[in-house]
């Protein structure tokens, strides 16, 4: 009786292969098979060219920032910037607007049900939250704009917000007699001390946000706690 001799079945060519042998062909499919990168929709090259427009904005300002420096961050030609925003003017107005709307949202969201003195805390901390998360648009809002036509500025910004807080103190100020119509202007003074208390914490970041808004909110609720219901001049020039 003959032996029965085992054969490797890897082995091309061998006749107990389960396989058929390879040809210098199919080697190929043995490698690693190279990603075809997806092209970019044009929502998602939006999306990019604001991120990248943002960033430049914020580090070098609007005359410091270049189309082709945008679009060679971006890895595209200049005619693709131009395609998307018209131009840098339309790329710079559409991040101070997006911008504008984060703050804006952040502020009035934050003010809900709540004693008078915690409306304040959650104010300040709306603010100093944004100016956290979102440096470089805080960096670009409180830039002068350089668009006369630009979607607004720091300062009507801040009206806006001033606008929400005038609610809160009109209700505060009938509840101690005082005259509910000054409400916009001690709105307008409170939310501005706030806001460039935030343009120096922005680089300093200290102390601690809660401590920053601990005091704002200190300097502001005692300051209305002490009020005088018609406040009066001691020098000199009375007009």
């Known amino acids: 009786?003959?032996?029965?001799?085992?054969?490797?079945?890897?082995?091309?060519g061998t006749k107990g292969s389960s396989r058929a042998p390879?040809?210098?062909?199919?080697?190929?499919?043995?490698?690693?098979?190279?990603?075809r990168r997806t092209r970019m929709t044009g929502?998602?090259?939006?999306?990019?060219?604001l991120d990248i427009g943002r960033t430049?904005?914020?580090?070098?300002?609007?005359?410091?920032?270049?189309?082709?420096?945008?679009?060679?961050k971006a890895?595209?030609?200049?005619?693709?910037v131009y395609e998307h925003f018209g131009g840098k003017e339309g790329l710079y107005a559409v991040v101070v607007d997006r911008e504008m709307r984060q703050l804006l949202g952040m502020v009035t969201g934050s003010l809900t049900a709540g004693h008078p003195?915690?409306?304040?805390?959650?104010?300040?901390?709306?603010?100093?939250?944004?100016?956290?998360?979102?440096?470089?648009?805080?960096?670009?809002?409180?830039?002068?704009s350089p668009i006369p036509q630009s979607t607004g500025s720091f300062a009507s910004l801040i009206s806006d917000i001033a606008t929400q807080v005038e609610d809160i103190l009109g209700q505060e100020f009938k509840t101690r007699g005082?005259?509910?119509?000054?409400?916009?202007?001690?709105?307008?003074?409170?939310?501005?001390?706030?806001?460039?208390?935030g343009q120096w914490w922005l680089d300093v970041r200290k102390p601690k946000k809660a401590e920053v808004a601990a005091h704002l909110v200190n300097l502001a609720w005692h300051g209305l706690d002490g009020l005088e219901p018609k406040p009066r001049l001691i020098g000199h020039r009375k007009s």
């Open 1 to 12: 009786m003959m032996e029965h001799v085992a054969t490797d079945s890897s082995t091309p």
């Open 22 to 35: 390879k040809s210098p062909s199919n080697s190929n499919n043995d490698k690693p098979r190279r990603t």
């Open 43 to 49: 929502a998602e090259r939006r999306e990019q060219l």
């Open 56 to 72: 430049l904005f914020a580090a070098k300002g609007f005359e410091g920032t270049s189309v082709e420096e945008i679009a060679a």
């Open 75 to 80: 890895g595209v030609s200049k005619p693709v």
């Open 117 to 144: 003195r915690e409306l304040c805390e959650q104010a300040a901390f709306a603010l100093l939250d944004y100016i956290e998360e979102y440096t470089d648009g805080f960096r670009i809002l409180v830039r002068d």
């Open 178 to 197: 005082f005259d509910p119509k000054l409400a916009p202007l001690y709105a307008q003074a409170l939310v501005g001390s706030v806001a460039l208390t």
